[in-house]
């Protein structure tokens, strides 16, 4: 498998581009199940998950076209030729999930596998199926899939979220435009990649009210129509690289991405002795003090600090001086880049859904292994500042969520190298 080679010790100086949020596109590309129309989407990162879903929405009769250079995704389906989901598909991006709500919707019928856990946790997804029988569909389990019927249409109803989760907000709002009525969710989730997924929807031609507050309403069309709408940027990849440029004492600009989504993580990098300015479009980070100071973190659901952060929030924290308590509310097994950091000689005790990090003054280079996304670039970015040289194993991880990692942070001064596997 491919790994990369990185020698610490160098300061990220000068602009990185921010790509199209893949937490955005996974969904804005299910959405296009919803009409016979094509759906074209700009500024679409070149992920593995991207391909990933790309293969699930095939399956379903979907006609895709994606073009690299300019990154423009063309998705049409114009009738819907299969209702399944298989399981060798599904198993590799869970997101996959989101083909259900609008399977359902379209086209009345849908077999999705369950998608399984994954390395942070057991990825339940009650909350989506819940939500579906209460927009009328008949759902069974059988043999690890979901089988789904809704032979009248689905109907809306007044849904009320015991937890607040991302996929199956956008599961449920993507169903319900359309259902028979209006549909009301409350306790939804309100990030930033669910406003786009309902502007979308809302160019589709659905009528969505109270994007970004905790209770919004659909009222139910017949159709929706095809439309071209461009993604927002990533604020989870602008907030790894701000991490990076902090930890590195560099002075990094990030373009395209807009500050107003980091508010969560511009006060704590503050506390830590950290300078973050920007607007709607560049956002720019360097050091306040000489040495970065440990603070405390707690992930919560948008606006508040966000999981897909923590791991880097952690690297950073192994070389502030003090300490830091990072609390991950989220997801009940988020702390596999524990381990791989403490073998870089970072101090690190775990308490249950805490993590007491004690600073150090230096990191040391290792071999170190990627398990999850986020946990595998928490370990680049403990390798941008280790003594030595770190060998990230098993990138596929990275290659997920992060478009052009190796490059991107080459470009501002990193010295790393993507060692590719000799064929066998
Ligand atoms: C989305 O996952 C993101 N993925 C995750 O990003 C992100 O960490 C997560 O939201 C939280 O922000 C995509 O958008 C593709 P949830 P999702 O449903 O929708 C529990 C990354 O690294 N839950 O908000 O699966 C669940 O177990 C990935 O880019 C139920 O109990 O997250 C978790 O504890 C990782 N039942 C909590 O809710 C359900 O039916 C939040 O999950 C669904 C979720």
Known sequence: MDKIKIIGGKPLNGEIEISGAKNAVLPLMTASLLTDQPLILHRVPNLRDVASLNEVLAELGT???????????????????ECVAPYD???????????LGPLLARHGEAKVSLPGGCAIGTRPVDLHINGLQQLGAEIKLVDGYIEAKAPHGLKGANIHFPK???????NIMMAATLAKGDTTLVNVAREPEIIDLGKCLIEMGAEIEGLGTDKITIHGKT????????????????????????????????????????????????????????NKSSITVKRINKRLRGVDVMTEPYPGFPTDLQAQMMSMLTIAEGAGMVTETIFENRFM?????????????????????????????????????????????AGLVAEGETIVHRIYHLERGYENIVEKLSSVGAKLELLKEKAA
Do not use: Q
């Not at 607040?164 to 956008?170: M, R």
């Not at 292994?369 to 670039?377: E, G």
């Open 89 to 99: 598909l599904v198993c590799k991006m869970r997101a996959s999930i989101l083909v």
């Open 223 to 278: 159709f929706l129509r095809g439309t071209e709408h461009t993604v927002i940027a990533d604020r989870i990849e602008a907030g790894t690289f701000l991490i990076a440029g902090a930890m590195t004492d560099g002075n990094l600009t990030l373009k395209n991405s807009n500050i107003m989504y980091l508010d969560s993580l511009i006060e704590p990098l503050y506390k830590a002795g950290v300078e973050v300015t920007g």
């Open 63 to 81: 006609v895709f076209d994606y073009n690299a250079e300019n990154k423009t995704l063309h998705l049409h389906v114009p009738t819907i030729t």
């Open 337 to 381: 880049h524990v381990p791989e950091l403490s073998r870089m000689g970072a101090d690190i005790t775990v308490h249950g859904s805490s993590a007491l990090v004690r600073g150090v003054d230096k990191l040391k280079g290792a071999e170190v292994m990627a398990s999850d996304l986020r946990a595998s670039v928490s370990l680049v970015l």
């Open 164 to 170: 607040v989760s991302v996929g199956a907000t956008e």
